[in-house]
């Protein structure tokens, strides 16, 4: 088992940045990839970004290039998410993702966090 607990959601204006985190204890290991999802008000949970255990491999939705980056600390067991250039259609509800494989932890992890919200004004 591997539990996540996402922290740092907030409001901020747009174009203004914000630190996501997500703590992972549990079965943690070298062997688990990372991500990061977020759900909007009636809309579908969606894929933000991915990152290896290592931090060797990494991958972003086309929606947040250039914009958010995904890093991870392992000595912490701590995955992270730095938002910038913040717009208001990034509101949501943010969910810290677990598993043991790079393309599932895309789409169907096998862990979450509990979310963590972001509001962004205009």
């Known amino acids: 088992q591997v539990q996540l607990v996402e922290s740092g959601g907030g409001l901020v204006q747009a174009g203004g940045s914000l630190r996501l985190s997500c703590a992972a204890s549990?079965?943690?290991?070298?062997?688990?990839?990372m991500g990061w999802f977020r759900q909007a008000p009636g809309k579908e949970r969606k894929f933000v970004a991915r990152?290896?255990?290592?931090?060797?491999?990494?991958y972003y939705a086309d929606f947040v290039k250039g914009r958010f980056t995904i890093y991870i600390d392992n000595a912490k067991n701590t995955v992270y998410l730095q938002m910038n250039m913040l717009k208001p259609e990034d509101t949501a509800v943010y969910y810290c993702?677990?598993?043991?494989?790079?393309?599932?932890?895309?789409?169907?992890?096998?862990?979450w966090g509990q979310g963590t919200q972001v509001t962004v004004s205009s």
């Open positions: 549990g079965r943690t290991s070298s062997s688990y990839a």
């Open positions: 990152i290896s255990w290592s931090g060797g491999s990494i």
């Open positions: 993702a677990a598993d043991r494989s790079l393309v599932a932890v895309t789409t169907t992890p096998s862990y």
